[in-house]
């Protein structure tokens, strides 16, 4: 057993990770006494007391502009953690929290304390991985800017390859991210930013080094000429050095960086700005952070409670929570792909949250889309998604446009009247050819029992996907004995065994095919016999419509559909529930009717 | 399909077409099986589901700046 009194390995390295901050600083201004003639006290309070009034004031707007966008910055961490505390107080307490760490060093461990302190209902663990998330996003998000300012000043040869590198890197980790939304590493699963927010963090950060840049080249002395521009890309600079180097306020290799890529400039001059600087952008705000932590009450007393009233009874069900009354019977593949049902006051969606995007899928299940669409943006703002509706009707993607959203026109829907469907007509002889094929092969189509047989649908969904290269997912159905238990599910039997099936999704008024699995070496017509049979079944139990398939409008081919419907094709435009008739000389087919050999 | 802007479909588009041509592991339906109350057609199959989504309605309203979930 180690005693306490004696050091051990752990114990040094500990120490060692502590003062290395404080060595980095005293090392490099080791390094900048070496390069530059320091002056004498009396020289720089003469050019510090040289500075203008309105030089005072104005470095304090670029920095409160500066601190403003950081709290911005933390609202969009707290949004990806989904800590649900992303308001004002929190982006108070992001401000505080960089104010402190920023004036402390040491990383971690200072923002991660000034967050937990300052944010009733934040964990310890929370603080911890938003400070992480900020610090990592922001380094990540300064390398960016640093990139492109490398790019476009170049004020020094290795500027422009170093610029096009770090560019390039992000670009690929963007298309990375977008991939691959998770990171495993082992037990850990680190999810990557959305899109939208990176370009959030991209533009917050960029508000904030601009502004601390000006910060600096507003408090340069008269004596001093140098560009904002220039200026601006040497404190990029010089921030990343000082950030990567954690000494307390980047004391040290800040000003070396500075003084390194400007080594033409009167050295007085450069440092009394640098010193007006950490006045006013360091110390200022660390006073007024700590002043905060010390009376955090006093801040919870300040903020005005806050309701959001675009989310006012806004809830979350799981996808049990399907009416069988549901316009549309293909909300159901949320019961599958991890969706849910969505609650916006009296408004329901049927939703899927994904790493980009928060998905309306189809028509609302209850209530009107346009009274849905401020409180989808909402939600999905929260959780830096992307709000999107997808295979809505052409009555809600107009009053969708109506409101400003950009609307996309993808895909065209196949449905047909049940009770109207008529084999009969020289115009399905090809139809009931095929039909009569697979009932002279000794097809037989049933309803499915309530226990499905399983082992048998596997193996088959198992042939099909190797004939097919797999299944795809989220709106399309895959196999899975649950899910498909929800469905009405018929049969194609030939010689006790199962030779092909089709699943279909059902609400009250309609119903809506779902999936097909075909033997490859099933009889000619055995697909369409097993969709006589949905069809028949369908009009017996009265459904009003049978929904084929959304097809996109490019694959829209001559075909069968007509006679499926009989000489007055209900056919519906993209998504709408207004029946339209099939232009005049145009016939309508399905493509999923195209049955693999 | 519809989104806020252009800059937006964009993305939902291709995250879209990746859902769907790159789907994961597909996600058992685990309440599939409690489904006939569902197919009743009923918004409360119990009181204590009842309860349960007026407690959300609650929360939604006291808490401040908080999501029911």
Redesign the interface.
């Known amino acids: 057993m180690q005693s306490p009194k004696h050091p051990t390995a752990g114990h040094i390295l500990q120490l060692a990770r502590l003062s290395a901050p404080f060595a980095m600083a005293a090392l490099c201004l080791w390094a900048l006494s070496t390069r530059i003639e320091l002056p004498s006290a009396s020289e720089i309070w003469a050019l510090l007391g040289g500075l203008k009034l309105w030089q005072w004031l104005a470095a304090c707007v670029a920095t409160a502009v500066s601190f403003w966008a950081l709290g911005r910055y933390d609202s969009v961490a707290h949004r990806h953690l989904q800590t649900g505390l992303d308001g004002p107080q929190a982006r108070r307490a992001g401000m505080a929290a960089i104010a402190f760490s920023q004036l402390v060093g040491f990383g971690l461990f200072p923002g991660a304390y000034a967050r937990w302190r300052l944010v009733p209902g934040l964990t310890a663990m929370q603080a911890a991985q938003l400070t992480g998330l900020v610090g990592l996003t922001f380094m990540a998000a300064l390398a960016v800017i640093c990139g492109v300012a490398m790019l476009m000043v170049p004020l020094s040869p290795w500027f422009t390859p170093v610029g096009g590198i770090l560019v390039a890197t992000a670009l690929g980790a963007t298309v990375l991210s977008f991939l691959a939304p998770t990171l495993s590493l082992g037990r850990l699963n680190l999810r990557w930013p959305s899109l939208t927010a990176m370009v959030a963090l991209s533009v917050w950060a960029l508000i904030d080094v601009l502004a601390a840049g000006s910060a600096l080249w507003v408090l340069l002395p008269g004596m001093l000429d140098i560009p904002w521009s220039t200026l601006v890309v040497v404190y990029l600079i010089a921030l990343a050095a000082a950030i990567l180097s954690s000494a307390p306020g980047g004391t040290g290799p800040l000003e070396l960086m500075v003084f390194t890529l400007l080594p033409a400039q009167d050295s007085t001059g450069l440092l009394a700005a640098l010193l007006a600087f950490r006045l006013v952008y360091y110390a200022l705000p660390a006073a007024l952070s700590c002043a905060m932590m010390l009376m955090p009450q006093r801040l919870k007393t300040m903020r005005a409670p806050v309701i959001d009233p675009d989310l006012l009874g806004a809830r979350r069900a799981s996808a049990c929570a399907l009416q069988h009354q549901r316009p549309c019977a293909e909300t159901g593949v949320i019961r599958q792909n991890g969706g849910h049902v969505q609650s916006f006051g009296f408004n329901q969606l049927a939703l899927l949250d994904s790493p980009q995007i928060s998905v309306a899928l189809l028509d609302p299940l209850v209530g009107e889309l346009r009274e849905t669409l401020a409180p989808l943006k909402r939600y999905a703002q929260q959780r830096n998604a992307t709000p999107c509706i997808y295979k809505c009707s052409a009555r809600n993607a107009l009053a969708a446009r109506q409101a400003g959203w950009a609307v996309l026109r993808i895909a065209a829907e196949a449905v047909l009247s049940p009770a109207a469907f008529n084999e009969a007509g020289s115009h399905h002889r090809q139809l009931r050819r095929k039909l009569r094929h697979a009932e002279k092969s000794g097809l037989t189509v049933l309803p499915a029992p309530t226990n499905l047989p399983l082992a048998q649908m596997e193996a088959l969904d198992k042939l099909w996907q190797e004939q097919h290269g797999g299944a795809r997912g989220t709106t399309m159905g895959r196999f899975e004995a649950n899910y498909l238990a929800t469905q009405r599910v018929f049969l194609a039997w030939q010689n006790d065994r199962i030779i092909g099936f089709i699943s279909l999704h059902v609400s009250k008024a309609e119903w809506c095919l779902d999936l097909i699995r075909i033997c490859p070496n099933a009889p000619d017509g055995t697909g369409h016999v097993l969709l006589r049979a949905a069809i028949s079944a369908s009009a017996e139990e009265g459904i009003a419509r049978l929904s084929w398939l959304r097809s996109p409008i490019i694959a829209m081919q001559p075909g069968w559909i007509r006679g499926c419907a009989g000489s007055k094709p209900a056919l519906h435009q993209p998504g709408s529930r207004a029946t339209w008739p099939a232009p005049a000389g145009v016939k309508w087919s399905l493509p999923g009717l195209k049955w693999p050999a | ?6 800059s ?2 964009v ?6 077409a ?7 592991k ?10 006939s109350v ?4 009923s ?1 409360a199959t119990s009181t204590a589901e009842a309860d349960h ?1 007026d407690a ?2 609650e929360d ?2 006291q808490t ?6």
């Open positions: 399909m519809a989104c806020p802007s252009w937006e479909m993305i939902a588009g291709l995250e879209m990746r859902l769907i041509n790159r789907p994961g597909v996600l058992p339906a685990s309440t599939a099986l409690n489904q569902v197919a009743a057609g918004f989504e959300g309605w939604a309203l401040p700046g908080a999501r029911a979930s």
